[in-house]
């Protein structure tokens, strides 16, 4: 079956069955209905971001490895990245009013596992979990959306779940640091107990089935798994990369297996009847332009991310709160922008405020570059602003470019897509950029590890060295001398601030990639059409 047919078939699935007029009781009445699915996907919103300040202390308290933590970010992004279109998929089927709420209990309960758990091995399989559970949540969450508003009111609602999703982001980091500070990393997922709880009993109560006509009655399997295998494969040759050598035959192995899955999978999905991505969505330049677009900004935001917290509370001894707040720049500047870039955008196109988006973004990604262990608070929070202030306008047009770009019939498939390209940037951002930060660490450190005249290490210790430094970390050892202990400390922090350099300068190099990109990009004939999908 060719992919043309692919989409033909796809197009016979209808949109969501609309409702004429309000509900005039709870039960789907539609602002009742949007704060019931606001509360869900607010556990999702802040996950993104109330994780990173947790990530410190939990790999000080369970003695995780540079890699370990990496997957406490890998597994939930990739997670969500991999089943966002299949979740959407399901709720067509089943109906969106299940799935999302499965999705509420679901998450709420992985959560409280993280929570629990003693081993760093059970907190990332918990929060695989929970990126399951919370692509359950995104996609229903606008399917019911789109299902109990009027047309003529539903672009309100989206723009106000807009911001409550903003809203979410900026406050995770701080929300995480009054946590983690006064409370325990373990109350960073705890939190969404109560909230998941709160979501289920306002589900039960508010939220009115739809289902759409002739919902699809068979889920491309295979072609799930074989996305499944070249995303792992392809994220755990970059991670494991640094420990094992670029040049190794395992490195080799994994990458290979994920060039071969990826091929399979493209094959595959031009066969099967109901594909899980419509390969000839991607015949328009545009939408693809839009889809590599989400993912450059991704690697470059997500990747940089990754290592800000560690500077600011290993580097700087900044407590989880003061981090926090010295991040609300970049989230504030997010929530701002993105009503900025939406007028922008709708008056002149998305092509000059997407490429002014990535040379912000480049340009904050330079600024980063020059953070050194004595940079102030002033010089930081103008690199993290900008930052925010470039991303807003990708966020916002990157999504209008692909499901404006997409058939009227695929506009669901596309704002799934938009989603999973995202999630899937976050996590190769952190994998890639670092796997540039290891690899630099381990260049550097036995060098300037001498050229201090310090007592000299074994390989052994040479490497666990090297895992400490990764994170921002002195490896003092107990009973060091006062003045030993403040040189082995300047060290590791003089390596660890080398090896955040090159990696920004790396994802600045990806903003920049990614502004010839988006002068590829246009806007869609169903632009309009496809305007609640483009905000799952």
């Known amino acids: 079956m060719t992919s043309q047919t692919t989409v033909d078939k796809a197009d016979k699935a209808p949109e969501p069955v609309s409702v004429p007029a309000p509900a005039k009781g709870l039960r789907g009445h539609p602002w009742l209905t949007l704060f019931s699915v606001a509360i869900g996907v607010m556990m999702v919103a802040l996950d993104g971001t109330i994780v990173a300040i947790a990530n410190p202390a939990i790999q000080k308290d369970l003695g995780a490895s540079f890699a370990d933590v990496q997957w406490i970010t890998n597994g939930y992004f990739l997670a969500l990245a991999v089943t966002l279109i299949t979740a959407g998929k399901l709720g067509d089927r089943f109906g969106h009013r299940q ?18 758990s003693d081993s760093i091995a059970l907190v990332v399989t918990f929060r695989v979990f929970q990126g399951l559970f919370g692509a359950l949540l995104m996609p229903a969450a606008l399917g019911l959306l789109r299902a109990t508003f009027p047309a003529e009111k539903l672009n309100m ?20 640091g009054l946590l983690v500070q006064h409370v325990s990393w373990q109350s960073v997922f705890f939190i969404n107990v109560p909230v998941g709880v709160i ?3 306002l589900g039960l109560l508010i939220l009115k089935d739809h289902r759409a006509e002739n919902a699809p009655r068979s889920f491309d399997v295979l072609g799930i798994v074989l996305l499944s295998a070249a995303m792992f494969s392809l994220v755990w040759a970059l991670i494991k990369a640094p420990a094992w050598g670029w040049g190794d035959g395992l490195t080799w192995t994994f990458l290979a297996a994920s060039v071969l899955c990826f091929a399979l999978f493209a094959i595959w999905e031009t066969r099967v009847k109901e594909p899980l991505i419509p390969l000839a ?5 545009p939408l693809s332009a839009g889809v590599v677009l989400m993912v450059l900004m991704a690697i470059a935001f997500m990747g940089g991310l990754f290592f800000v917290t560690f500077y600011l509370q290993n580097v700087h001894g900044m407590s989880p709160v003061d981090s926090g707040l010295h991040l609300l720049p970049l989230t504030g500047m997010m929530i701002v922008g993105s009503p900025l870039a939406g007028a922008m955008i ?31 608070s002033g010089a930081m929070s103008l690199w993290f602003a900008l930052l925010g202030l470039g991303l807003a306008p990708v966020m916002v047009g990157a999504t209008e470019v692909i499901v404006g770009n997409a058939p009227m019939e695929l506009s669901g498939v596309a704002g799934g897509l938009q989603q999973a390209a995202m999630q899937i940037g976050g996590s190769l951002g952190t994998a890639v950029l670092g796997a540039v930060m290891a690899s630099k660490v381990d260049n550097d450190l036995a060098g300037n590890w001498t050229d201090a005249k310090l007592p000299p290490l074994t390989p052994t210790q040479l490497d666990q060295a090297s895992e400490a430094v990764q994170v921002g970390v002195g490896p003092v050892p107990k009973g060091t001398p006062a003045e030993i ?47 609640g999908a483009a905000h799952i």
Do not use: Q
């Not at 999302?100 to 709420?108: D, K, R, S």
């Not at 405020?353 to 990604?365: E, K, S, W, Y």
């Not at 390596?495 to 590829?520: D, Q």
């Open 199 to 201: 979501a289920l009993v």
């Open 485 to 531: 202990a403040e040189k082995i400390t300047s060290v590791a922090h003089d390596t660890f601030i080398s090896g955040m350099s090159l990696a920004c300068l790396v994802a600045a190099g990806v903003a920049v990639v990614a502004i010839f990109v988006a002068f590829l990009t246009k806007r869609g004939t169903n632009a309009e059409a496809g305007a």
């Open 157 to 176: 609602a989206i723009g106000i779940w807009g911001m409550v999703i903003g809203a979410s982001t900026a406050g995770g980091p701080i929300l995480g």
């Open 346 to 376: 709708t008056k002149v196109g998305p092509r000059i405020p997407l490429a002014g988006g990535m040379l912000l973004t480049a340009v904050a990604m330079y600024g980063m570059s020059t953070l050194e262990s004595g940079t102030g």
């Open 281 to 285: 969505l991607f015949r328009s330049v």
């Open 99 to 116: 799935t999302f709420l499965i999705g509420v209990i679901g998450f709420a309960a992985a959560s409280g596992a993280i929570g629990l």
